[in-house]
């Protein structure tokens, strides 16, 4: 066994022995004292070999470059002047794996590399104490979202990423070959996890993959993206408002609570509040023009009058409800009163749309008139609307984009940051 605990746990054993694996983080030889600093996915740890104290092929072996895979077993004592106030002294120190190629960039950040290079070497990239911490984070926000979903009462669904139509029509589509037939990478898992509720599961939640053919080039949008979404039966807009907000508030909750080392590495304070402020898009357009932005009601809110809509209001997370029914989606249900509302609403999380939603059309007369509005076949969706004439209870749902979410809690600029191995225009590998 190359490892019996990580550094995190070690740095608590102060007077026992232990094993450690990682990487070799920094070297400093100064003859008859060498120390190594050992990183692992948890922390550093700094072991010490001093001539005449410790075996002579231990401090041989101590000799290596940065980024070298090594293990070293030995006693954890106390230290003056050891960062972490612990030290590791060696009985045992071996090269797992030695390095053969020249390491792209400085792991310990002390030089700054440029993202596209990060993204290349995305590998030596993760080892760095920042990228560790955003991909933390968003472990622990995807965590909680299951959680949350799974308290509400939801069952997980993993629908298809290859569709026979688009989902919400347009022409930002990945067309597949599929045998004999053109298929599409899925834009949306809507249709399923409505189909889903309709079958009689009430509530869903699920965590997908979903592309949009969009040749955009801006720090938030992606080609291949990660949604988390959830599906209510027997529920309106405002039920499902109600949802997302007890989710997104659970999120941020955790990932303060569970992840103060990681934000702490980002130089970063996570608020999270205890309500959500809500507004209806007429609101928010009126208060626009009465601060003197000519902002036409229709218009979709772009990011320099979010960033206005901020600052009349005072802060920058906040829900936009009650859309005009010809900018959203064919499946978004119109007001009864006024069918030139609908009931969608978006939550911005400090500027930033991370979530949308809608009240769905479960009336089947009306969702062909709603296709037929947004220029759709009704005969492409046939499969579709036959779901809802065999009896479809009234239901709402929404998205969180978890790249962006991650984006904005992580406080950082790039939405590529946020994802692993990112597909953007240009980005295909690694």
């Given at each position: 066994m190359h490892r019996t605990h990580y550094v995190s746990e070690a740095k608590k054993m102060v007077?026992?022995?232990?094993?450690?694996?990682?990487?070799?983080?920094?070297?400093?030889?100064?003859?008859?004292?060498?120390f190594v600093q050992l990183r692992d996915w948890t922390g550093i740890m700094q072991i010490t070999a001093k001539a005449g104290?410790?075996?002579?092929?231990?401090?041989?072996?101590?000799?290596?470059?940065?980024?070298?895979?090594?293990?070293?077993?030995?006693?954890?004592?106390?230290?003056?002047?050891?960062?972490a106030g612990v030290e590791l002294i060696p009985s045992k120190f071996t090269v797992?794996?030695?390095?053969?190629?020249?390491?792209?960039?400085?792991?310990?950040?002390?030089v700054p590399a440029d993202l596209d290079v990060r993204l290349d070497f995305r590998y030596v990239d993760l080892r760095t104490a920042g990228a560790s911490a955003v991909f933390k984070i968003r472990s622990e926000i995807a965590q909680a979202f299951r959680e949350k979903c799974r308290m509400l009462g939801a069952v997980e669904l993993h629908p298809p990423?290859?569709?026979?139509?688009?989902?919400?029509?347009?022409?930002?589509?990945?067309?597949?070959?599929?045998?004999?037939?053109?298929?599409?990478?899925?834009?949306?898992?809507?249709?399923?996890?409505?189909?889903?509720?309709?079958?009689?599961?009430?509530?869903?939640?699920?965590?997908?993959?979903?592309?949009?053919?969009?040749?955009?080039n801006t720090l938030t949008h992606l080609n291949e993206a990660l949604q988390m979404d959830l599906e209510?039966?027997?529920?309106?807009?405002?039920?499902?408002?109600?949802?997302?907000?007890?989710?997104?508030?659970?999120?941020?909750?955790?990932?303060?609570?569970?992840?103060?080392?990681?934000?702490?590495?980002?130089?970063?304070?996570?608020?999270?509040?205890s309500s959500i402020p809500r507004h209806t898009y007429t609101e928010l357009v009126e208060k626009l023009n009465e601060a003197g932005v000519a902002f036409g009601w229709g218009e979709d809110f772009s990011r320099e009058t979010e960033e206005?809509?901020?600052?009349?209001?005072?802060?920058?997370?906040?829900?936009?409800?009650?859309?005009?029914?010809?900018?959203?989606?064919?499946?978004?249900?119109?007001?009864?009163?006024?069918?030139?509302?609908?009931?969608a609403y978006d939550l911005n999380y400090e500027g930033l749309e991370i979530s949308s939603g809608a009240q769905r059309v479960h009336k089947p007369d009306l969702l062909v008139r709603q296709l037929e509005a947004k220029n759709l076949?009704?005969?492409?969706?046939?499969?579709?609307?036959?779901?809802?004439?065999?009896?479809?209870?009234?239901?709402?749902?929404?998205?969180?984009?978890?790249?962006?979410?991650?984006?904005?809690?992580?406080?950082?600029?790039n939405?590529?940051?946020?994802?692993?191995?990112?597909?953007?225009?240009?980005?295909?590998?690694?």
């Amino acid at each position: 066994m190359h490892r019996t605990h990580y550094v995190s746990e070690a740095k608590k054993m102060v007077g026992q022995r232990v094993a450690l694996a990682g990487w070799v983080h920094e070297v400093r030889d100064l003859g008859k004292l060498k120390f190594v600093q050992l990183r692992d996915w948890t922390g550093i740890m700094q072991i010490t070999a001093k001539a005449g104290r410790e075996p002579k092929e231990v401090l041989d072996a101590m000799s290596q470059p940065k980024e070298t895979v090594i293990s070293a077993e030995g006693l954890v004592q106390e230290s003056k002047i050891a960062e972490a106030g612990v030290e590791l002294i060696p009985s045992k120190f071996t090269v797992l794996n030695s390095i053969t190629k020249k390491v792209p960039f400085e792991v310990t950040g002390k030089v700054p590399a440029d993202l596209d290079v990060r993204l290349d070497f995305r590998y030596v990239d993760l080892r760095t104490a920042g990228a560790s911490a955003v991909f933390k984070i968003r472990s622990e926000i995807a965590q909680a979202f299951r959680e949350k979903c799974r308290m509400l009462g939801a069952v997980e669904l993993h629908p298809p990423t290859i569709v026979e139509a688009a989902t919400e029509g347009g022409a930002d589509l990945f067309r597949v070959q599929y045998f004999e037939k053109e298929a599409f990478l899925v834009q949306s898992p809507q249709l399923y996890k409505q189909l889903a509720v309709i079958g009689g599961m009430d509530k869903v939640y699920m965590t997908v993959p979903v592309f949009r053919a969009e040749k955009h080039n801006t720090l938030t949008h992606l080609n291949e993206a990660l949604q988390m979404d959830l599906e209510m039966g027997f529920a309106d807009h405002r039920d499902a408002v109600d949802a997302l907000e007890a989710v997104v508030l659970h999120i941020l909750k955790r990932v303060a609570k569970n992840c103060e080392e990681e934000l702490k590495t980002l130089g970063r304070e996570l608020h999270a509040p205890s309500s959500i402020p809500r507004h209806t898009y007429t609101e928010l357009v009126e208060k626009l023009n009465e601060a003197g932005v000519a902002f036409g009601w229709g218009e979709d809110f772009s990011r320099e009058t979010e960033e206005k809509l901020a600052q009349i209001l005072g802060y920058s997370t906040y829900f936009i409800t009650e859309w005009p029914t010809r900018v959203r989606a064919f499946y978004s249900m119109p007001d009864e009163s006024n069918p030139e509302v609908c009931h969608a609403y978006d939550l911005n999380y400090e500027g930033l749309e991370i979530s949308s939603g809608a009240q769905r059309v479960h009336k089947p007369d009306l969702l062909v008139r709603q296709l037929e509005a947004k220029n759709l076949n009704p005969s492409d969706f046939e499969f579709y609307i036959n779901a809802f004439r065999v009896g479809a209870p009234p239901h709402a749902g929404w998205s969180i984009g978890l790249d962006r979410m991650t984006m904005k809690v992580c406080g950082l600029r790039n939405i590529r940051e946020a994802v692993l191995f990112p597909r953007d225009r240009t980005r295909l590998r690694p």
